[in-house]
């Protein structure tokens, strides 16, 4: 089984549905993050969380929120999804940056027509 | 803010040894971490520098120089699965916390 795992691992959805894409990890880590990927983009971080109390916005959150349910949970949401928000989302975790090392899950590709 | 820039394709010969640069621009650096990812794949962690010189695995080398804030992938005895996107990522620390920040990566083609 995979460490980081995210659900669903594909979304075509309509424009104003609410979306929910959640994320659970195995590895104990504290450290969890979401991260959209667009071609050409590379990875941008959109929300990121140091414990269940500590949430903190990334570099493109608006338009979106998260929930930390637990160490293991951390949940991204798009309250109306819009088209631009097409694309594939990551989520990851770390136990401390003293590595640089994340460890991604397999990616949600959500698509809003 | 945080810039990287890093060339977005890159083609080499399989058996040969190709080098990706990254420079960038940021407050608070911690070190340079590089990624591997495979279309329609996870990006998986390669190697990372927070100090000066050259770190080796395998056949995989990665340099920094934070004078000159740069960096460079250095892929050698390149095989066919080598094919993929390569991208740098600066930690550093900024607004209170620590994060990790992306390249728009290269694509690496590597060609009989």
Known sequence: DADVTQTPRNRITKTGKRIMLECSQTKGHDRMYWYRQDPGLGLRLIYYSFDVKD???GEISD???V???AQA???LSLESAIPNQTALYFCATSERLNTGELFFGEGSRLTVL | GQSLEQPSEVTAVEGAIVQI???YQTSGFYGLSWYQQHDGGAPTFLSYNALDGLEETGRFSSF???SDS???LLLQELQMKDSASYFCAVRDYSGGYQKVTFGTGTKLQVIP
């Open chain 1, 67 to 69: 929930s930390r349910q």
């Open chain 2, 64 to 66: 920094l120089s934070r």
């Open chain 1, 73 to 75: 949970k951390f949940s």
């Open chain 2, 70 to 72: 740069y960096g460079y």
């Open chain 1, 55 to 57: 949430i903190n916005k």
């Open chain 1, 63 to 65: 338009g979106y929120s």
């Open chain 2, 21 to 23: 640069n990254c420079t």
